[in-house]
T-cell receptor, first 115, second 111 residues
Framework: GDSVTQTEGLVTVTEGLPVKLNCTYQ???????FFWYVQYLNEAPQVLLK?????KRTEHQGFHATLHKSSSSFHLQKSSAQLSDSALYYC?????????????FGKGTKLSVKS | DAGVTQTPRHEVAEKGQTIILKCEPV?????LFWYRQTKIQGLELLSY????????DGGAFKDRFKAEMLNSSFSTLKIQPTEPKDSAVYLC?????????FGPGTRLTVL
């Protein structure tokens, strides 16, 4: 079956420095969509970024990610971390819509930004 | 449009009790998902409905967990009987086949 592997556990970064959260995957689908979800404390997960186009950079709220099918990766990056970025981040993949809308999630990476 | 709503937001149960969690998906969405969220396992899929039909029933959760979709705008998750290891946040999400929209979750504590 499909699987998504993320940077495990806690990532701590100093405010203003760059941050990168890794996400790699295995899938049997030919057409895939990828998502990064962010969950702030005591809130619901919400979509931060989404992409289905190989080698195209997607950006939102200062974060960016590029789907690389050649390396099966969709890493999340930001050039300058902010205190407000502290949250739990999930990477997820979806096979081509069709008959199954299920998402396969990674286990999540907690990002802590310190001043 | 209203988002996904879940009730109650918090639930405390004694071991062995039956509890029922409720979810109302985004109007018009035909895919509905129930997840359990813990720090160790992250998001675990419990059930998946498409147009009220059960598409997937998480294998490890079959014996005491039962989700139902009574109509296109309402779903329940029953846990019977509850055990302390069921303490977690239970999330409901809905979609139109792509991006999933999550509700705020129900935090369940089983004593």
């Amino acid at each position: 079956g499909d699987s998504v592997t993320q940077t495990e556990g806690l990532v701590t970064v100093t405010e203003g420095l760059p941050v990168k959260l890794n996400c790699t995957y295995q899938t049997t689908y030919l057409t895939i969509a990828f998502f990064w979800y962010v969950q702030y404390l005591n809130e619901a997960p919400q979509v931060l970024l989404k992409s289905s186009t190989d080698n195209k950079r997607t950006e939102h709220q200062g974060f960016h990610a590029t789907l690389h099918k050649s390396s099966s990766s969709f890493h999340l990056q930001k050039s300058s971390a902010q205190l407000s970025d502290s949250a739990l981040y999930y990477c997820a993949l979806s096979g081509s819509g069709g008959s199954n809308a299920k998402l396969t999630f990674g286990k999540g990476t907690k990002l802590s930004v310190k001043s | 449009d209203a988002g996904v709503t879940q009730t109650p937001r918090h639930e405390v149960a004694e071991k062995g009790q039956t509890i029922i969690l409720k979810c109302e998906p985004v109007s018009g969405h035909n895919d509905l998902f129930w997840y359990r969220q813990t720090k160790i396992q992250g998001l675990e899929l419990l059930s998946y409905f498409r147009s009220k039909s059960l598409m997937e029933d998480g294998g490890a959760f079959k014996d005491r967990f039962k989700a139902e979709m009574l109509n296109s705008s309402f779903s329940t998750l029953k846990i019977q009987p509850t055990e302390p290891k069921d303490s977690a946040v239970y999330l409901c999400a809905s979609s139109l086949g792509g991006e999933q929209y999550f509700g705020p979750g129900t935090r369940l504590t089983v004593l």
